[in-house]
C-alpha cells in the first residue's frame, strides 16, 4: 500500500492540474461564446447571399467557375488549431486529409494548411505544403483569407488547378461538431425549380454584370464562414475536453482521498494495537 505522504502529494498534484483544466476550460469557454457570435452573425449574412445567388445561378448560366473538368491538378485547403489540448480535434483533420491525398495519389496537389497542428502533421508524415497559414486559425482575418480565394479563383480560371476542396469541423453546438468534406470550386449551380430565377426581375446592372461581381465575392465568404466554423469548433473541442479532463480529476482526488483516509486508519490502527499489546505484556 503507498505511504500516506505519496498520497497526499499525488493528491495536491492533482488538485493543481484540476485548477489548470477548470481554468483553460473557462477561457476556452469565452473564446466559445465570442466564436459564436461572430458565426451566426456571418450566417445570417450568408445565407442571403446564397438565396440571392440561387436565383441567379439558375437556368441557363454558364460561367467558367462552375465548369467541370476531370481533376488532374487538385487544391486542398485543411483547417486545424493551432494548440492542442482539443480532444481528437487535429487527428480527424488529419485523417481526413490523408483520406483526400490516398483518392488523389496519381494527381497533382496543391496542399493550404490552416493551423499550426495539422501542418506539423503533414512535416512528420513528408507531406508538401504550399502555403501555412499559422495566425489564422487562432485569429480569423478576412483579408487573408479573401486573398487566398482571390488566388484559387485565378488559378481555377487560368486551369492551373480543377477542384478546390475545403476540410473543416462544422460547428453543430457546443456539444457537436461535424467533419466536413466538400467542393469550393468549380462552383455547385441550384438544380431545384424552386430556386429558379423569376425573369420578372428587373436586374440594374445586368444579371451577368452582379454574377461576376457576386460569384467571387461568395467563394472567398464560403472560405471565411469555413474559417469561423473551425475557430468555434476548436473552442468547442477544447472546452469539453478540459471539462472531461476536470471530471476526471474529481474522481481521481475523490478515489485518492477515499485511499488517503483508509491508509491512515489503518495506521492509526496498527498503533492502537501494538499500544493495546504492550500494555498487555506488561
Known sequence: ?????????????????????????????????????????????????????????????????SENRPPKRIAIIAFSSDTALCGAFNATVFRELEKSLETYKNEEIQLYTIGKKVYDATQKAGITVTQNFEKLAEKPDYKTIADLGESLIRQFETYKIDRVELIYHHFKSAGSQAMVHENLLPLSLPVTKETEFNTDYILEP????????????????????????SNASEHAARMISMQVATDNADQLITDLTLAYNKSRQHAITSELLDIVSGSLNQ
Open 206 to 229: 445586368s444579371r451577368d454584370e452582379l454574377l461576376e461581381v457576386l460569384i467571387p465575392k461568395s467563394i472567398k465568404l464560403k472560405l471565411y464562414t469555413a474559417l469561423l466554423d
Open 1 to 65: 500500500m503507498a505511504s500516506l505522504k505519496s498520497i497526499k502529494e499525488r493528491i495536491l498534484s492533482i488538485r493543481s492540474t484540476r485548477k489548470i483544466t477548470s481554468a483553460m476550460k473557462m477561457v476556452a469557454s469565452a473564446k466559445l461564446h465570442k466564436a459564436e457570435n461572430r458565426i451566426s452573425n456571418m450566417m445570417l449574412y450568408s445565407d442571403s447571399l446564397y438565396h440571392v445567388m440561387e436565383c441567379l445561378l439558375s437556368g441557363d448560366y454558364s460561367g467558367s467557375l
